[in-house]
């Protein structure tokens, strides 16, 4: 039992009247009688019945074609006339005759069927309640109710966990099969079973290999009415296997060319993901030119010179083992034309033939052709790629040939290489095209699209819970492509070799029961399949007979408050259905009709409680097997009414105010009074005492003035009412005697009276009260009608003081009743005694709702909404709103519905469209106006990402980034989120976020360190929240160490050629200078200074020029220093400072690519300079230094080039140094301390020889004694620890062996770079063991594999070390 909650405004909230069957219910795939599963909606579709004539016609038809329905019992008989008797609307005698007559004209012979059909199903599914006393008593038959998937992956790591649950009554037991033979789990000592479960587990702690126990397995649940099966799981176990050794060449390319590196990665279960990096685990950066394909192979579209600066390793990481295996890493070596690799040029807008390369069509590189087909599965993702060389780089584009893309599924991938399209239906199958096309021209591919299904559901069977001698049926119908088969069984075998039944007849895809027992409980399987897949459902037919029992607590007390609506509720229990009546004081017929309304689940709603309603009320549950019964006892309270309200009242500052509140309410009910101060809880302080029945303030302060709201309020309703008191300031004294009369507010108006009645309008007549010594202002006439909001007054209209008569202009179909206030400068007065009513006739709507709007509240719909209207506006009974919706800007029809409350939502739309939505008011004596169009939109989504995201670094203290709109918004754009971070190598500063207006698509970012790069992510945002993020980098610096603090990186400024014109003669000086460098060999290389003679600049006094040229050569020793090499030269000037201002001492420490900058000056303080450098193809650069940054560091200089460089001042271009001329080193020197001139190594060595000295004397002694060493035995043995190898050629790495590899390069900035090796990182795994995890680092034992001619090939190198060094001493 329930009821419904009686407050103040809920008296129309209690029921929800059950809708009779419509079109809407068969249009949703509904039945008008859900507990029985009765398809009148087939009727309705043969046409014998139409939706307007519901259950009135569909219960006529089925009571005439009872006689060609021989095999009905007589207890389906008693069921139908049950089912006309408790049909919503039943008619009533005087409606029946229409109905007989249409029921007499005979139905077209082609519909019998339909109608057996439908007559053979009237007697559908019993429900079974959820109540767990009936589930626990009610015998059933099994029921899988939790298993594995279809294809079960495990880890070979973990035990087998194979799911299988079933529920029954009696409890099922459990059996399996593997490879469709019996699979006997008491055998092997592995494999148990959970206890009160079928589900399988395979224990491996004590041995075994997860392989062997591949397979098929089904699970079988057995009670004694029936067997339910399971899916068959395949079983299989995860697979990640090593990479194939191989060695890699380097790979030859010209400039320019297109080139794949394949992957070919191991066959993996399920297939590892495949990403690239370069030896180092540095990520390979992709864009439209270089990219990864679906495949996993690396395509370049057009080779260029710096694809040579790193190598390419491909990656393939496996889901289940959580593990990376690396590839050997591919080496590019591009033959070009130009063989410096300028920066400036990949900014150019002719880039490749700025570095000549010659231009060229697209071609495809995958697919191959023109021509290529593809088949997909329904509801899976189909992905189309084309990959196309060329140059410039060809722009892909996607068409499909026919029609559009669908824009709601399609989706860009890979850089518009590859077209996603998600959940595939067979209308996205035909042909679709890839168009690429550069400068050059354009060429395009066809792909063939194919879709095919594997089975899905379109009636999937349901369990079948029937009474003895009732009919029923199981449909299994499913579709796909091709075809699929349906496959019937029951109790795990074929139909046809199970036991004939005389009961049950298959149709195809359907199984008809007719006058079911008890002995045809069983479980029932479906199988339907074809080639690309198959399912299988279960669905019992159980049989039940059970008397009607009462499911609810016994003798509730229901308490309502009166005038309001309640249901009492009565749910039940039986099989066959029992029919259920009610009845009021235990006497009386069958309450229904009138005040009462029967729901078919049992509930009785009472339409508005009166207190002659209130009494015992029985419902009474009969079947042919007995009855129960159950009484509800209802009382009936008086409302809660606030009967004198508190009062608007104007007061002094300082004086007293009292707020009455007295409240009438039912004596047995417990009232609570409770005082609010503009809508909020009022504190009662020290100056306010609240009474019963009134509130009052002392010493009333400008803070006391507001809204006061006094609640009165019960357990089940409650009553409210407002006044407003006004706090004035002191005032003077009044100086006339009416001025010192006391004012109050007036009287209420009396003695109303409606006449000159007319359908739209009616005059109101009142006598004013007495104004109480201030004049009356104005008069508000308010209104209470009693259909939508009894006992609510509203406020009508507004007159002046001086009338006391006005015509209303009313509205259709309300049922008036009027009250007057008066109002003055004090306050209002109480509302004068209501008018008589006066109804008024009812007509169409004359305007519609307003504020409609359409607005998705999730991607896939959007919710209609609007203002309903009041009852002054509905104009008639039934007030209901006809919704209108469809895509805007094109010809399909208006889709419609119709809605009784405010909002309606549309599902199954597209991601943020325009829709055309109107709404219009209908009531029963017609529509309203044509409503206007109002164009709202369907749900947004995550927006992709922006397009062309841009960064560029004009100079050192600013990048500047710019991007496009996302190229599908999907929603309105509210903004654009950017995140940036600083790093440096593996030093990560503290990310900044950034949120921008949707219109901004640049930005410009001030940089706080000139040294680190910057990451910046970018993501687009509307109202559903961030989309999909584009990341960019801030162009890398060279690869070269990193900048020590205070240096600037050099910015290109500027690209010029110098004039090639001769300066003019200038007395000339020539200086000498020579610098020393550190190698890592035993010789030093010496810094050569050449002097040359050459003029100053023009712009500046005859002086004393030096041009000094600094030539460094090194050579690169074979053991690897652990710090970093470092190359010093120094051009230095005189020390002492001239006596004018001038710049001196300027040192140059070049390096490969880079070079610090010193000098000193005798300008004043914040002097700004530039520091100005040509290379040998006369490409000027300059850099603004300020003043306190010094050093300066050149990043951007060439290995071997010759550099000729000046500083002067910003401001004073004529005070400058003299020019000095340099040499960067070659890219591959390697300047690293010698480790024979450093004394740690001196005193070891010295240590060494001193030890084998004293070995020595002592084995001289020992001969002189006559003793015998077998000195010539030892002589062969060799002196260093020999690598103990394996059969497979590795060693395990140990502390012995930690030393650099031989062979190996030390760079400038002290890595170790590869050179002629073919190692990669996989060639120091072993097994399974020699993989990297997640986050990269190595799992299992390191080691390492080398050839041994490998290792002889290197001897020469071996001289040089530390090691050879004892062995030659020894």
Not at 473 to 491: D, E, F, I
Not at 708 to 731: F, G, H, P, R
Request: glycine share 6%; charged share 20%.
């Amino acid at each position: 039992m329930r009821r419904l909650a009686a407050s103040g405004a809920a008296g129309a909230a209690g029921a929800a009247a059950a809708p009779a069957a419509d079109s809407t219910d068969c249009a949703q795939g509904r039945s008008p009688r859900p507990r029985r599963l009765i398809d009148l909606c087939a009727l309705w579709d043969t046409g014998v019945s139409s939706p307007a004539a519901g259950w009135k016609r569909a219960s006529g038809i089925a009571r005439r074609r009872l006689n060609e329905a021989e095999t009905l019992s007589s207890v389906q008989e008693a069921q139908l006339e049950r089912l006309e008797a408790a049909r919503p609307g039943r008619l009533g005698s005087g409606e029946r005759g229409p109905v007989l007559r249409m029921a007499r004209q005979p139905p077209p012979p082609s519909v019998h069927a339909a109608i057996l059909l439908c007559l053979l199903s009237l007697s559908g599914a019993i429900e079974i309640p959820m109540d767990p006393s009936i589930q626990n008593e009610l015998s059933q038959p099994p029921t899988i109710t939790k298993q594995s998937v279809k294809d079960h992956i495990v880890d070979p790591r973990d035990n087998i966990l194979i799911e299988c649950e079933a529920k029954g009554n009696p409890a099922p037991s459990f059996h399996w099969t593997r490879n469709s033979r019996f699979f006997n789990i008491a055998k092997d000592p592995r494999v148990s079973m959970r206890r009160k479960s079928g589900t399988l587990v395979i224990d491996f702690r004590s041995g075994g290999r997860p392989e062997e126990y591949e397979g098929e397995y089904q699970c079988f649940a057995r009670n004694k009415f029936g067997t339910a099966l399971s899916n068959r799981i395949r079983l299989q176990v995860s697979k990640s296997p090593l990479w194939p050794k191989e060695n890699l060449d380097p790979v030859v390319v010209q400039e320019g060319a297109p080139l794949t590196l394949q992957c070919n990665p191991p066959p993996g279960l399920p297939s590892p993901v495949i990403f690239w990096m370069s030896s180092s685990m540095e990520p390979i950066t992709q864009d439209k030119r270089v990219s990864q394909g679906h495949n996993g192979d690396l395509y370049f579209s057009n080779v260029m010179l710096q694809d040579m600066q790193t190598d390419y390793s491909c990656n393939a990481r496996f889901h289940f083992t959580h593990t990376i295996q690396q590839k050997n890493a591919f080496t590019l070596k591009v033959l070009t034309n130009n063989p410096y690799n300028d920066s400036s040029l990949r900014n150019h807008p002719d880039m490749y033939s700025a570095r000549g390369v010659a231009e060229r069509t697209p071609s495809f590189m995958y697919p191959q052709g023109t021509a290529s087909s593809q088949m997909v599965l329904r509801g899976m993702d189909l992905l189309l790629e084309c990959i196309a060389s060329g140059v410039p780089t060809p722009d892909i584009a996607w068409y499909k040939k026919g029609g559009d893309l669908p824009s709601d599924k399609a989706k860009f991938e890979n850089f518009n290489k590859a077209l996603r399209i998600t959940n595939v239906s067979e209308e996205d199958s035909g042909e679709y095209f890839c168009l690429a096309s550069n400068k050059m021209g354009s060429i395009r591919h066809t792909i063939s699209v194919r879709v095919k299904a594997a089975p899905y559901w379109l009636d999937e069977p349901k369990n079948l819970i029937l009474a003895p001698g009732e009919d029923g049926r199981l449909v299994c119908r499913a579709n796909g492509n091709p075809k699929p088969t349906v496959q019937w069984m029951v109790n795990g075998e074929p139909l046809q070799s199970a036991p004939p039944n005389p009961n049950r007849e298959v149709a195809g895809d359907t199984i008809i029961f007719r006058d079911t027992q008890i002995s045809s409980r069983a479980v029932y399987q479906c199988n339907t399949s074809n080639e690309h897949g198959y399912l299988l459902a279960n669905a019992f037919v159980s049989v039940l007979d059970v008397p009607p029992r009462m499911l609810s607590p016994r003798n509730q007390l229901i308490r309502v408050i009166l005038y309001n609506r309640t249901r009492l509720d009565c749910p039940f229990f039986g099989s066959p259905i029992p029919t259920l009546r009610w009845f009021k004081n235990g006497q009386g017929s069958n309450l229904d009709g009138g005040n009462y309304h029967v729901y078919e689940n049992g509930s009785l709603e009472i339409k508005m409680i009166r207190k002659e309603d209130q009494g015992i009320y029985t419902c009474v549950a009969t079947n042919i097997l007995g009855k129960a019964e159950n009484q509800v006892r209802l009382e009936v309270k008086d409302p809660t009414r606030i009967y004198r309200m508190p009062e608007d009242q104007v007061a002094k500052r300082g004086t007293t105010v009292q707020l009455e509140c007295r409240v009438k309410h039912d004596p047995s009910l417990k009232l609570t009074v409770s005082w609010l101060k503009d809508d909020e809880p009022l504190y009662i302080g020290n100056r306010m005492k609240k009474e019963d029945d009134s509130l009052t303030i002392f010493g009333v302060a400008e803070r006391d003035q507001g809204s006061y709201t006094c609640v009165a309020s019960t357990e089940l309703d409650q009553d409210l009412a407002k006044a407003y008191l006004t706090v004035l300031a002191d005032q003077a004294t009044p100086t006339n005697r009416l001025a010192a009369l006391p004012k109050g507010r007036p009287d209420r108006p009396r003695d109303l009276e409606l006449t000159d009645l007319a359908e739209r309008s009616v005059r109101l007549t009142w006598i004013p009260g007495d104004d109480n010594n201030s004049p009356i202002t104005d008069y508000v006439v308010q209104f209470e009608e009693d259909q939508f909001q009894p006992g609510v007054w509203h406020d009508h209209s507004k007159f002046p003081g001086s009338v006391n008569s006005a015509i209303l202009q009313l509205s259709p179909y309300v049922n008036y009743q009027f009250r007057v206030i008066a109002i003055n400068e004090v306050g209002s007065s109480h509302p004068s005694l209501p008018s008589e009513r006066y109804r008024t006739s009812g007509a169409p709507p004359e305007s519609n709702p307003a504020d409609v709007k359409g607005e998705g509240t999730r991607k896939n719909n959007m919710e209609i909404t609007w203002t309903p209207m009041n009852a002054t506006s509905a104009f008639g009974p039934n007030l209901r709103y006809i919704v209108k919706w469809r895509r805007r800007e094109t010809r399909e029809t208006w889709n419609n519905a119709t809605v009784w409350g405010s909002r309606y939502v549309v599902g199954q739309t597209p991601v943020y469209v325009p829709y055309e939505i109107r709404v219009q008011a209908e009531n029963d004596f017609g529509k309203g106006p044509e409503p206007d169009t109002v164009i709202g939109y369907s749900g947004e989504d995550l927006p992709s990402a922006p397009r062309r995201f841009r960064v560029r670094q004009p100079n050192l203290e600013t990048i500047n980034l710019e991007w496009d709109h996302p190229e599908h918004p999907n929603g309105i754009l509210i903004g654009y989120t950017l995140k940036y971070v600083a790093f440096n190598g593996t030093k990560l500063g503290k990310q900044i976020v950034e949120n921008f207006s949707p219109n901004q698509t640049k930005f410009t970012m001030q940089r706080a360190d000139p040294v680190s790069r910057y990451r910046f992510t970018l993501s687009a945002r509307t109202q559903v929240g961030s989309g999909e993020a584009v990341t960019e980098e801030s162009p890398a610096p060279p690869n070269e160490a990193t900048p020590t603090a205070g240096t600037v990186p050099a910015a290109e400024v500027m690209d010029m050629a110098w004039d090639n014109a001769a300066p003019p003669t200038l007395p000339l000086t020539t200086v000498s200078v020579t610098g020393v460098v550190s190698s890592t060999d035993a010789t030093a290389t010496a810094a050569t200074t050449e002097a040359t003679t050459v003029p100053t600049i023009p712009s500046v006094a005859p002086t004393t020029m030096a041009t000094t040229t600094v030539a460094t050569t090194t050579t690169t020793a074979a053991t690897t220093m652990e710090r970093p090499p470092t190359t010093t030269s120094e051009t230095k000037m005189p020390e002492s400072a001239p006596d004018r201002q001038s710049i001196w001492n300027v040192t140059v420490l070049p390096n490969s690519k880079w070079a610090n900058i010193t000098w000193r000056h005798n300008l004043g303080p914040g002097t700004a300079f530039v520091v100005e450098y040509i290379d040998s193809n006369h490409t000027k650069k300059t850099v603004p230094v300020k003043s306190q940054v010094q050093p300066v560091q050149l990043t951007d200089l060439y290995p071997g080039m010759t550099y000729t460089l000046r500083v002067y001042s910003r401001d004073k271009e004529g005070i400058s140094s003299t020019v000095i001329t340099f040499m960067t080193s070659t890219a591959y020197t390697n300047n690293q301390a010698d480790i024979a001139t450093q004394g740690w190594f001196i005193g070891l060595m010295c240590a060494i020889a001193l030890l084998v000295l004293i070995l020595l004397i002592v084995c001289f002694i020992k001969r002189s004694r006559g003793g015998k060493y077998p000195v010539r035995e030892k002589k062969d043995v060799p002196l260093g620890p020999e690598d103990p190898k394996e059969e497979d050629g590795s060693f395990d790495y140990s502390d012995e062996d930690n030393k650099p590899l031989q062979g190996s390069q030390t760079s400038l900035d002290g890595t170790i770079k590869q050179q002629e090796s073919d190692d990669s990182l996989v060639d120091y795994g072993e097994g399974g063991e020699g993989q990297f995890n997640e986050d990269g680092s190595f799992i299992g034992q390191y080691t390492v594999k080398k050839d041994k001619e490998e290792t002889e090939g290197n001897e020469s190198s071996e001289a040089t070390s530390p090691v050879n060094a004892i062995y030659s001493l020894a």
